[in-house]
């Protein structure tokens, strides 16, 4: 079997085509397909999080941002902040979501609840997310996040 990587610029960011090229149809590349689907399937749209005795199942779709203060994780989410220790890259390699973007060294949010962007402090930015919620970009950061808006 051969690999082959190419470049589309045509591609969103969160976008992924894959072609399987073979001589002929055979059961292994049926095979090799239905894998590849199962696997664009078996993302989540959950997150578990263990606060305490308790497990709450919270939808991807409801997180607004994510903090990290010292050791302490704050999930916030449409209905509820959920503490507890953890860290941040965690978390977001848990996620694997590309609606999750880091925009400071402690903090990611997502940016479908992204309202505005606003000129701050120091070249530094202020995203304005749902719930009047407003979080500082760090320079170093913006232009991630200036690429996945295309900005």
């Given amino acids: 079997m051969q690999v082959d990587f190419h470049q589309d610029d045509q591609l969103s960011p969160a976008e992924i085509k894959l072609t399987v090229s073979a001589k002929q149809l055979t059961p292994d590349v049926v095979a090799l397909i239905n894998k590849l689907s199962d696997l664009n399937e078996t993302t989540t749209n959950v997150l578990p999080l263990t606060i305490d005795d308790r497990v709450d199942m919270v ?7 994510i903090e990290v ?15 507890f220790r953890g860290q941040l890259k965690t978390i977001l390699a848990r996620i694997d979501d590309q609606r999750f973007i880091k925009i400071a060294r402690g903090t990611a949010i997502n940016i479908d609840h992204l309202n505005a962007l606003e000129a701050g402090f120091s070249g530094n930015m202020v995203a304005f997310l749902d719930h009047n919620i407003k979080l500082s970009v760090s320079r170093k950061y913006l232009p991630d996040l200036k690429a996945r808006l295309r900005m």
């Fill in 69 to 83: 203060f010292g050791t302490d994780l704050t999930v916030t989410t449409t209905e509820h902040d959920y503490s």
């Fill in 59 to 65: 939808s991807l779709d409801d997180i607004i941002s």
